[in-house]
C-alpha cells in the first residue's frame, strides 16, 4: 500500500479557525425563551435498537410508541435502510403501517443514505405513512472521507441530488452528517448551504462519537444557526444528536439548545451503540425543571416517565442500574440521617393537619419527598422507599413503617431494636420481606 497522509479531524472544542473563533464564555443553560420550545426527537426505535442484542417485536414497539405519544413525544425515528429487502425492512414498515392508524399525532423519520435503493425505499415508507420524513446524511469528517475514498465534492453532490429527490417526493428532509463534530468550519458552511439550496428544511448536527464538550457544542451550534441565518432562512430548525461516550450527553444538549437548537435527539435510558446517546430521562429532567422555575407549562407528561423508560429497558433487554439518573434507588434510602429528616417532615405535615392548615400540610407532604432529593418521586411516576440497614437509626425504623401505612407510634422500643439488630447481624439493607417479618410484630 502506498503511504498516505492521515488527515486531522477538526477538534471544535480547541482548534482555532477564524469562520468560528474560540468563545470567551458561554452560558451556563438556556434563557426560558429556548426551553419553552424545546422539543426531543426520540431515537429509542433506531439508534438506541443498534445497542441491544435483539429487535423487539412490532408489537412490542407499537406498546411503546403509544406510551411515548401518552408522555408527549410528538416525533419518533423509527428505522434506517437496512440495505436490502429483508426481515428488517419488512418489520420497519409495519412499523409504519401500524403507526398511522394507532397513533397518528407522532411523526415517523427514516434514516437514508445518498443511494438511489436508498430513496427507493424511502419512497415504499412514504407510501405507506405519508407524514413521514427522512434524515438524508453522509460522513463528513476528514477520516470517514479517507476510509470511504470521499472528497468533498462527491460528498455536496451526492448530498444535493438526494435532498433534492427526496423532496420531490414529497418527503421533508432532515439534513444530516455523520461526524458533525469532527468537520471544519469551512466544510460545514458548504455542506450546510448545500443542504439548504436542497430543500431541507431541518438540519441535524451529530456527535457521531460522542467526542464533544458543552464549549465545543455551543460553538458549533451557534455557528451553524448564524449560518442558517445568514442564508435567509431562519425558520429552518436545527436539531442536536449526541452520543454519551465521554460522558458530555447532558451538557451538550443544554448548550445545544442554548446555541439555538430546537429540538435535542433522545433514547430511554440512554441506551445505544457503544456508550448510548443521551438520555430521554435526563434530557426531559432537566428542560422540566428550567420550564418550571420560568413559570411555563411542562411540555411532557411527567407522571407517565418511568412507566415509559421501564418499559423501554424490559423491550430492549438493558437491566436498570442501581444508581444514576432515575435509577433503581433514586428514591430509596436506608439512611439515619435522611430517613430523620423525612420522618420530620412528615411530622410538621401531620401538625398542620391536626392545626386544620391542609395547604401547609400538602407543601410539608411534598417536602418530605424531596428534603433529600432532587427529583420528587410523584413527579415522574415513581414513590419513596425505605428499608433498614447498618447504617439506619430509629428514625430509619420508624419511616418505614410509616411507609407501610401504620403508625410510627405504635412501634415499640423492641421492635426498632429488633430491625436494627437484624440489619446489623446481616451486614446489609433488610429486603422487604425481611423488614416486614420485624414490622408486623410490633
Known amino acids: 500500500m502506498d503511504s498516505v497522509d492521515i488527515p486531522v479531524n477538526f477538534n471544535w472544542n480547541r482548534d482555532e479557525d477564524p469562520l468560528s473563533p474560540l468563545p470567551a464564555q458561554i452560558p ?53 435502510y437496512p440495505g436490502d429487502k429483508g426481515r428488517l425492512s419488512g418489520i420497519m414498515k409495519d412499523l409504519l403501517r401500524r403507526m398511522k392508524d394507532e397513533v397518528p399525532d407522532v411523526v415517523p423519520s427514516v434514516l437514508s443514505m445518498c443511494t438511489e435503493d436508498s430513496l427507493q425505499w424511502t419512497a415504499e415508507c412514504k407510501a405507506i405513512h405519508p407524514a413521514l420524513e427522512s434524515v438524508v446524511f453522509m460522513g463528513t469528517a476528514p477520516s470517514r472521507r479517507l476510509v470511504q475514498g470521499w472528497d468533498l465534492d462527491f460528498i455536496l453532490d451526492r448530498l444535493d441530488t ?35 439550496e436542497a430543500g431541507a428544511s431541518t438540519v441535524v448536527l451529530a456527535d457521531t462519537i460522542g467526542i464533544i464538550r458543552p464549549l465545543g457544542t455551543y460553538r458549533i451550534v451557534r455557528f451553524v444557526r448564524d449560518e442558517l441565518d445568514a442564508l435567509g432562512v431562519p425558520d429552518v430548525q436545527l436539531d442536536w444528536h449526541g452520543h454519551r461516550d465521554t460522558g458530555n450527553a447532558l451538557g451538550n444538549a443544554m448548550m445545544a439548545v442554548a446555541g439555538g437548537a430546537k429540538r435535542i435527539h433522545v433514547v430511554a435510558r440512554g441506551v445505544g451503540e457503544r456508550s448510548g446517546n443521551a438520555s430521554l430521562e435526563e434530557t426531559v429532567l432537566n428542560l422540566a425543571a428550567m420550564q418550571q422555575e420560568a413559570g411555563l407549562p411542562v411540555s411532557w407528561e411527567m407522571p407517565r416517565l418511568l412507566e415509559l423508560i421501564t418499559y423501554y429497558q424490559d423491550m430492549v433487554g438493558v437491566p436498570t442500574a442501581e444508581h444514576g439518573v432515575l435509577g433503581k434507588r433514586f428514591s430509596h434510602t436506608s439512611s439515619g440521617i435522611h430517613s430523620d429528616a423525612i420522618l420530620k417532615a412528615h411530622a410538621l405535615a401531620e401538625k398542620a393537619h391536626n392545626e386544620g392548615n391542609p395547604e401547609l400540610e400538602a407543601q410539608l407532604v411534598d417536602m418530605a419527598r ?27 425504623v420508624r419511616l418505614a413503617h410509616l411507609h ?39
Request: charged share 20%; aromatic share 6%.
Open 404 to 442: 407501610s401505612g401504620r403508625d410510627p407510634r405504635e412501634l415499640s422500643a423492641e421492635t426498632i431494636e429488633k430491625a436494627l439488630a437484624l440489619a446489623n447481624q446481616l451486614r446489609r439493607e433488610l429486603t422487604p420481606d425481611e423488614l416486614e417479618e420485624c414490622l408486623a410484630k410490633a
Open 162 to 196: 438526494f435532498i433534492r429527490k427526496t423532496v420531490e417526493l414529497g418527503v421533508p428532509v432532515i439534513a444530516g452528517t455523520e461526524h458533525t463534530t469532527q468537520t471544519s468550519p469551512e466544510d460545514l458552511r458548504a455542506i450546510v448551504r448545500t443542504q439548504i
Open 28 to 80: 451556563g443553560e438556556p434563557s426560558p425563551e429556548q426551553v419553552a420550545g424545546a422539543q426531543v426527537l426520540s431515537e429509542c426505535l433506531r439508534d438506541g435498537l443498534q445497542g441491544i442484542p435483539g429487535y423487539p417485536t412490532v408489537d412490542e414497539m407499537m406498546r411503546y410508541l403509544h406510551l411515548l405519544d401518552g408522555f408527549g413525544v410528538k416525533y419518533a425515528t423509527v428505522g434506517i
Open 370 to 396: 424531596t428534603v433529600y432529593s432532587a427529583i420528587d418521586p410523584a413527579f415522574v411516576g415513581g414513590t419513596q422507599s425505605v428499608t433498614v440497614s447498618p447504617w439506619s437509626g430509629q428514625s430509619t
